[in-house]
């Protein structure tokens, strides 16, 4: 193909840092302007060949180019498949593309050359590293703020705030991954009416907390004594409101009690953010509290605020209530701190995007935090709001989970749960003969495989579904799960190590210049791997962590039947199967990293 149309022309080749989709994207957006002249700015429509065996990139242009065309009435072709074979013949010559063919619709679908993707291949199992995206594909390296897991002082962290942590921690480690500057942060409950009766309680319940602090071991307990304390009591539902106003205006007893309290659940988050391996900077909602007068004089600045029966609020069309900026008494809720709170990290802070990542039921009030936000002028045009919306923990049942008392399941708990199972069903396979860990390895590996169970469970489908909670489907050895890929993984690393005793050492095989897609399960695993880099692009693009468990699944599946029809040990190709196996690896590593799963060398 190269050689026909070639003529004088010298050959094209990637730009450094452009991905061999963008690249072929340029390549037909080319031959499309040499095929059709006529026409401007025609969107080449590039994407992976739906079915591999035809090829591996299909532009998708050539049916809507012909009826363009025809538009015009312009006869040039007489049929999309003409367009394709005019469009297949004015590729410029260029180092990626060794073949183009046109199907009997119009679309034409390219090769790309093996070498290009054994090159890729042997260079990430030589560097052990896969290549993130270039970071211009973002416009630079970007300044951002993940709002998430965000639990509430003096209340048990709940398995909403399970998928906030994963989720959020998840997006962070894409965008580390990409090189961002990102910000992990822990916008927690710490402020609001509810202290007023946990102070009161405090106070009434425990007199001298002071020389005698309270060993809560149970903060839900706590919160609940005194909610019914509020509920069944004037006098105490009065004196928590005043209890609320003396806070908010630094009376010192108030504050001491309210930072006891924060103390307190903050011990008992970080127990949680210890056990799932994530890091979060808090910064709650007290902290904007001050911020807020500002923040609301600059929305009347900018005429969006209305009076309504004495509170402050905001109306944005299409949306059926307002955000109250100023209750009517005053106070300030949280629709105030979130208004005061995106304000902070836009114009103070200078951060370019920012993330949130709660349940669906808050999407209305972040979007329209985001809409004032945009009205007042606080956004740029390359800034970026999100709100990252999930569905609800269900059981078995299909019911929102709960244990089988009816309470909210513990988070705790529910960790602990899995790590017991995956114990258990490990020590199983030890006594078949089926795996050779220690005990205490034992123990350790079901730390890692039962909270990458669960971690894995929820990302593994789209945030906005609601999800069935099943220890039995998370903790199977077959299917997308953790268990099945965290398996995969060890065998393949088994491999490795095998190669490498019988002295064929998979770095060293890969600094030789070898043909790795010989065989077509050869290529489509090579090929399979070179997508990484364009599948965490468009995570930290639309936020959506299962793309990148879906890749995972696929370079896993990819893999297996590499291995079933391509014996890798004492072949003679062992050499470039290693050096695929260590690749293969490499790639499942770093997916393990960005889903915050740790993996194990051998199980
Ligand atoms: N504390 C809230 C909750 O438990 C989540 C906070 C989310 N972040 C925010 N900036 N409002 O639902």
Redo the contacts with the bound molecule.
Sequence with gaps: LANEVAGEEKPWSPAQDESTLEFVTRLFAEAIKRAAPSLKDQDPVVQRCAIASFGDFQCNAPMGIFKALKGQGDTSYNSPRAVGAAIADNLPPNSVLVSASVAPAGFVNAKIDNALLGDFCREVAQKGKAPPPPIKAFGGKRKVLV?FS???IAKEMHVG?LRSTIIGDTICRVLEYCGHDVHRIN???DWGTQFGMLISHMEEAYPDFTSNPPNITDLTVFYKNAKKRFDDDEAFKKKSRETVVALQAGDPRCREIWALLCDISRKEFARVYKRLGVTLEEVGESHYNSMIPNAISLLEKAGLTTDSDGATTVFLEGHSFPLIVKKSDGGFG?DST?IA?IHHRLKTLGVDWVV?V??LG?AEHFHMCFEAAEKAGWTSSEGRLCHVGFGVVQGEDGKRFKTRSGETVRLVDLLDESVTRMEKSLKDRVAEGKCALSPDEVKSAAEKIGYGAVKYADLHQHPATNYKFSYDKMLSTSGNTAVYLLFAHARLASIVRKASAKGVDAKKAASNKMDLCAHPKERALAFELTQFSGVVASVAEEFLPVRVCDYLYKVSCKFTEFVTECKVLDDARMAERVVLCEATGVVMRACFDLLGIEYLMQI
Excluded: C, I, K, M
Aim: no cysteine; proline share 7%.
């Design positions: 709002d965000s639990p509430n705030h916008h927690v409950g949280y979130d709170a949130y709660t349940d808050q």
